[in-house]
Each structure stands twice: as structure tokens, then as C-alpha cells.
């Protein structure tokens, strides 16, 4: 990279190249990390207490009471079960894909967009 001089008209080359373990040393391991931050009190790689309760608050009743396994055809967005968990909520709008497209046009039942 060409960088001009401080207060002149020349320029001059700089060498950006980097190679991290040359330079800064070996990057910690991911634990390495969490237990550092941890001993230092930085907190922003850890789920507050508060949102580990309301997973298992979301979570406990499916894992004690399964709901039956769906199928589906692989390369779709899941079965039309699926939608009745946002009944009430906002559409799920599905992501164009050029392959879905070529497939035909079927829209899912009772779902406007809905590809399936």
C-alpha cells in the first residue's frame, strides 16, 4: 500500500501484511477466553441468570411433553404444522431462492407466500 509521507508530497510503501502468531502470539483457546473473562468480571459472553430461566421456562414443557415428529420433504421450510406456531404473531416471510422458484408455485394452504 502506497501512504503519502506526514507533510510531504512523496509517498511510501507500507507493509500490511500480518500473521497473527507472529505478531501477537497464539489467540486463546474459546475456553481460554470465557475463563479469562470470567476472572476479569466481563460478563458479555455469559446468559444472565434471568434469561436461563426463561429458556427453561419456554423449553421444560416441550422436553416433559414432545409434540409428534412431522415430516417433511427435504429442501422445503418445514412442515405446515410449523405455521400454527406463529399463529397470532407476525408471517414468517420465506427467503427467495432462485431454486425454489423453478420448483413451481404451490402455496402452502392458509398461508399467503408460503412455499411448501
Known amino acids: 500500500m502506497l501512504r503519502p509521507r506526514p507533510g510531504a508530497e512523496a509517498t511510501r510503501t507500507v507493509d500490511l501484511s500480518l500473521i497473527f502468531p ?10 481460554e477466553r470465557l475463563l479469562g ?8 459472553h455469559f446468559t444472565r441468570e434471568d ?3 426463561e ?9 416433559d411433553a414432545p409434540p409428534p415428529v412431522e415430516p417433511y420433504k427435504p429442501g422445503t421450510w418445514g412442515p405446515a404444522g410449523a405455521d400454527k406456531l406463529l399463529a397470532g404473531h407476525p ?5 427467495w431462492l432462485h431454486s425454489h422458484a423453478t420448483q ?13
Open 37 to 44: 473473562d470470567a476472572l476479569q468480571g466481563n460478563s458479555g
Open 91 to 95: 408471517r414468517w416471510r420465506d427467503p
Open 22 to 31: 507472529e505478531e501477537l502470539g497464539e489467540a486463546p483457546e474459546p475456553c
Open 55 to 63: 429458556t427453561w421456562r419456554i423449553v421444560q414443557p416441550l422436553l
Open 104 to 116: 413451481g408455485s404451490g402455496v402452502r394452504a392458509g398461508v399467503p407466500g408460503r412455499r411448501g
Open 51 to 53: 434469561g436461563v430461566e
